[in-house]
């Protein structure tokens, strides 16, 4: 058996959860999700719990059920608490800003990159340690923005100039020897 997919998905007392044939949808306070999940994979919900079963022990059918699983708890958590990533820009003129809801990226470029939120993702920029965190209830979306951001100007090893994750660590290269 799986360990996460027998793992039973608890849902806290301020998310509503409804169950139509495979499509699972999440309210709650960070917004609303809705996701059509495998038609093998059988999905209960019981006194608060949510249980994914799986038919039989096929292989794509064990694959699908702790993937299955995550999905569904990857939607009530971020309905409920929401996820967030964040980001590091670093160099000398490298800034980022906010323009109403939108990102505003100066990183060497001849123009500004403007970046729109699309909905249910917000940014927050703190100027003073040049962080920029994306968050949303998605977590699916979230992480890909992210990514989007990052692909701007990612990190270059020689100087470590770029945008990076904050937890990133960028392997640093040496530079040309000069003439002896």
Do not use: C, Q, W
């Given at each position: 058996m799986s360990r996460i997919g027998r793992m039973p998905v608890v849902v806290p007392k301020n998310v509503n959860v409804e169950i139509?044939?495979?499509?699972?949808?999440?309210?709650?306070?960070?917004g609303e999700l809705a996701r059509t999940l495998p038609a093998e994979m059988m999905i209960s919900i019981n006194n608060g719990v949510i249980e994914v079963n799986r038919p039989s022990?096929?292989?794509?059918?064990?694959?699908?059920?702790?993937?299955?699983?995550?999905?569904?708890?990857n939607m009530v958590v971020g309905v409920s608490t929401g996820?967030?990533?964040?980001?590091?820009?670093?160099?000398?003129?490298?800034?980022?800003?906010?323009?109403?809801?939108?990102?505003?990226l100066n990183v060497g470029y001849s123009h500004p990159v403007t970046i729109e939120p699309p909905a249910g993702i917000s940014f927050d920029v703190d100027s003073k340690t040049r962080q920029i965190k994306v968050s949303g209830a998605d977590k699916e979306l979230v992480g890909q923005i992210t990514a989007d951001i990052r692909k701007v100007r990612p990190p270059e090893?020689?100087?470590?100039?770029?945008?990076?994750y904050l937890d990133e660590k960028i392997r640093r290269k040496a530079g040309k020897t000069g003439k002896v």
């Open positions: 139509d044939g495979t499509t699972v949808r999440v309210k709650g306070p960070k022990v096929v292989r794509n059918h064990r694959s699908l059920h702790g993937m299955t699983r995550s999905l569904i708890n996820f967030e990533k964040m980001l590091e820009v670093n160099g000398v003129g490298y800034r980022a800003e906010m323009s109403g809801k939108n990102l505003i090893p020689y100087k470590g100039k770029g945008i990076k």
